[in-house]
């Protein structure tokens, strides 16, 4: 996991959309407003008592027959993936998504409609920085049944290839490629949601697709159509007259693209990998994709980044050039030996700061902590990991010779591990809020041998002295 340069976004004003549900037939209403850093993707039910709040993740998906369905505490939403992908596509993080019924408006089928609402309400910077998962090795997921894989590889920015093969005449094997995610809205986002013949007349059967119309699926012939099942396609779709195109699609509907299913199966995708909760860095290749495979591929992507995250070190390479060196650090800090407890600063952002700490049996403490069996003293861990902390506050004025850092408060300290001498103590800090009027709040860790061996929350406040 990494805290990016990018900040965090949600959007400027709310913005709604009328339409139906494609399996209820309901009219809804959905609508879009901003929401605070870290909300990410969460639907609102206003329809029902208490207004209760489902987020968009893979641990609530319960049925993925028609479309991904979650569900929480006997709330549900149905079909969610056109919007989440939406909202990927355009690298919003945080929204709330309020619904008077169950289901989002199908609309034409595709993401669109969601996208156009979205931008019409403008994208807008949140304080907080962005995290995503950067893919360091291939991970898969299969489903033996079908034969459908997902694979993630490395890659430096967020791609998806799907692939699929349709075993039928009018539609056989097709792929699709987004190379960047700022290329959804021109390349996937118009793709609609499509069927085949014998799946609608499965549909009809069961009473579902009460709110489908020949404008919002793609209707693929793959079957000899019967006059029964055409009185009965006039019926649902409401018109007086269906043809068949000789590209054996249903009606007169025009492609977007050649490849329209593989879009929006590639759409799909994306949609349904938002449910894992964070952005992703990495190349997704789908075989045969669908919402099962797909929100099963989420919930072991899930996992792992939820393990990587609890065994978190970061990676650093103790022989690159330092950002800062001990003379530069001396330049900031006013700390000098034996109370100069770091050594370098290997990485420096706005946001973040990692310093290393090479403990030495020479470290005046070990004198009397313990003579015997020398061990760091744990509030001089949490010294050492404030004074790097000083270096990411002091780096925010212009001037940090003219200032002074001081320690207002430690919070939620935990010891994990001992530190003796020959470890080498690395320190990562993030701030956890802006700086404000010289006030500084930073989540420390302090990592040796692989392992966390202590954390706090530290707030500081720097004060200009000259």
């Known amino acids: 996991m990494i805290n990016t340069e990018f900040k965090q976004t949600t959007i400027a004003k709310e913005v709604s959309l009328i339409g139906v549900g494609l399996h ?42 028609r479309g991904t369905c979650l569900e929480k505490n006997g709330v549900i939403i149905q079909t969610c993936e056109h919007v989440l992908a939406a909202l990927v596509g355009l690298q919003i993080d945080n929204v709330y998504i309020e619904l008077d019924a169950s289901e989002p408006p199908i609309m034409d089928g595709s993401s669109k409609f ?66 960047r995610i700022s290329d959804f809205k021109s390349e996937i986002a118009d793709s609609r949601t499509f069927s085949f013949l014998h799946e609608i007349e499965m549909l009809l059967e069961h009473g579902l697709i009460k709110g489908g119309d020949l404008n919002n699926a793609i209707v693929y012939v793959d079957k000899e159509l019967s006059p029964d099942t055409m009185e009965r396609l006039k019926v649902a779709f409401k018109k007086d007259n269906i043809s068949i195109k000789p590209n054996g699609i249903l009606d007169n509907l025009t492609l977007h693209h050649p490849n329209e299913a593989a879009r929006h199966k590639l759409l799909d995708v994306i949609g349904d990998l938002a449910l894992i909760g964070t952005r992703l860095r990495g190349k997704v290749i789908a075989n045969k994709p669908g919402h099962y495979v797909n929100t099963q591929f989420a919930k072991k992507l899930q996992k792992i980044i939820k393990n990587e995250r609890r065994n978190y070190v970061p990676s650093v390479d103790l022989h690159a050039t330092p950002v800062k060196d001990i003379n530069q650090i001396m330049e900031m800090l006013p700390h000098r030996p034996p109370f100069l407890l770091v050594d370098k600063i290997m990485e420096l952002s706005e946001v973040h700061v990692i310093g290393i700490k090479n403990v ?46 001081y320690l207002l408060k430690i919070d939620n300290v935990r010891y994990k591990h001992q530190v003796v001498p020959g470890d080498t103590l690395i320190f990562k800090l993030d701030l956890m809020q802006p700086i404000r009027r010289g006030l500084c709040q930073m989540h420390g860790k302090a990592y040796a041998n692989g392992k966390l061996v202590s954390e706090a929350e530290i707030m500081a406040q720097i004060v200009k002295v000259k």
């Open 24 to 65: 209820t037939g309901k009219d809804v209403t959905l609508t879009f407003k901003p929401a605070e850093p870290n909300v990410g993707y969460a639907f609102k039910r206003i329809d029902l008592e208490g207004a209760p709040i489902i987020n968009a993740d893979a641990s609530y998906v319960t049925n993925t027959q």
């Open 360 to 405: 030495t049996m020479n470290e005046p403490f070990f004198v009397g902590h313990f003579p015997g069996s020398p061990v760091m003293p744990g509030v001089l861990q949490i010294e050492a990991m404030a004074q790097t902390g000083g270096i990411l506050v002091l780096s925010t004025v212009p001037d940090p010779e003219n200032y002074l850092t």
């Open 114 to 179: 969601f996208v156009e609402a979205l931008e019409s309400a403008g994208i807008v910077e949140l304080e907080a920085h962005r995290e995503e998962y950067i893919v360091r090795e291939v991970i898969s997921y299969k489903d033996d049944e079908t034969g459908s894989e997902i694979t993630i590889i490395p890659s430096e920015e967020y791609q998806v290839t799907a692939m699929v093969d349709f075993g039928t005449k009018v539609l056989g094997t097709q792929n699709a490629t987004l190379e």
